[in-house]
């Protein structure tokens, strides 16, 4: 326990003092939508956390897929009313390892199916404190464009996490380091409960699961010029610069209503976006969209 403890600090550190970089946003959304994923399986279902901490061992495939019909980067819209599909497999062990690979299509890219994203990775909650639970991951991009001038900035990612959680509530805080030709970095908070509806049974119910989720990343920032000048070169007067800032870029509200039957689980969630603009640039609009999501777990 020492040595993962000592694991998750070194992450979150090296992510805090990364140099902040610029990076393909829609990278990014994948990023996150995995990171997203993985706590919702791991982390966010109680019923499948008790089965984990089981004495007997035992092993299982998950498989989801979730569609959007708008798509955004900490609050900020990729393309105008773009929705996007995304499917995931992940193996998981009762010993807290798991391995998976997702991919996703979007609407307007150019192509609509744009990379893959291996993860590997180790979660586990403490058998004498069930509510405390902590995760460690990597994950290896593999991007399908046929552009030779494409050069990704970054190719992997190494992510850590702690989550304290009970029956009702819970929050959970989320690290990663971008790793690549340059270094990025990311990091989120999540507030959350759970609202129960209806149960059915002891595993199956309707909830609400409504949720706060801070994002803090890295975004080029445009600032104002005390003093705008001319190019000469270009013709243009300059009177902004722009400056990388690693700050909260967007505060989104989630309420999810999760169906949860069997082996079988769906969720239709609201999200509201609460973008925070960064520097004197155009201030970013307050957005929604909504998200369809269904899971099923088979046992091996």
């Known amino acids: 326990m020492k040595a993962v403890g000592l694991i998750l600090f070194l992450v979150l550190l090296l992510s805090f003092q990364a140099k902040a970089q610029r990076t393909d946003i829609m990278d990014k959304e994948r990023v996150a939508q995995v990171d997203s994923l993985l706590n919702d399986v791991l982390f966010g279902d109680d019923d499948l956390l008790d089965l984990l901490l089981e004495e007997n061992t035992f092993q ?4 989801a897929t979730n569609w959007s019909n708008r798509t955004y980067y900490a609050g900020r819209e990729n393309g105008s009313y773009q929705s996007n599909l995304s499917g995931q497999i992940y193996y998981m062990h009762s010993n807290g390892f798991y391995a998976g690979i997702s991919g996703s299509w979007y609407s307007q890219l150019e192509p609509n199916y744009r990379s893959t994203i291996l993860s590997i990775g180790y979660g586990k909650s403490l058998k004498k404190h069930s509510y405390f639970r902590y995760r460690f991951s990597a994950d290896y991009f593999i991007f399908h464009v046929n552009d030779p001038e494409f050069d990704p900035i970054y190719n992997s990612s190494l992510n850590a996490g702690l989550s304290l959680k009970s029956k009702t509530l819970g929050t959970s805080i989320d690290g990663s380091l971008l790793v690549g030709q340059e270094f990025g970095q990311q990091f989120i908070w999540n507030t959350d409960a759970y609202l129960y509806l209806a149960r059915f049974g002891n595993y199956n119910y309707l909830r609400l699961e409504p949720e706060v989720s801070l994002f803090f990343g890295s975004e080029a920032a445009e600032f104002l010029l005390n003093e705008a000048y001319f190019d000469q070169t270009t013709n243009e ?36 976006n609460i973008p925070r603009t960064i520097g004197d640039g155009e201030p970013y609009p307050n957005t929604s969209f909504f998200r369809i999501s269904l899971g099923y777990i088979f046992s091996l």
Request: glycine fraction near 0%; aromatic fraction near 22%.
């Open 60 to 63: 299982f495939l998950y498989v």
């Open 237 to 272: 007067e300059i009177d902004t610069y722009y400056r990388d800032v690693f700050a909260l870029l967007n505060t989104q509200l989630r309420l999810p209503l999760s169906l949860n039957w069997n082996n079988f689980d769906m969720q239709l969630t609201y999200l509201y």
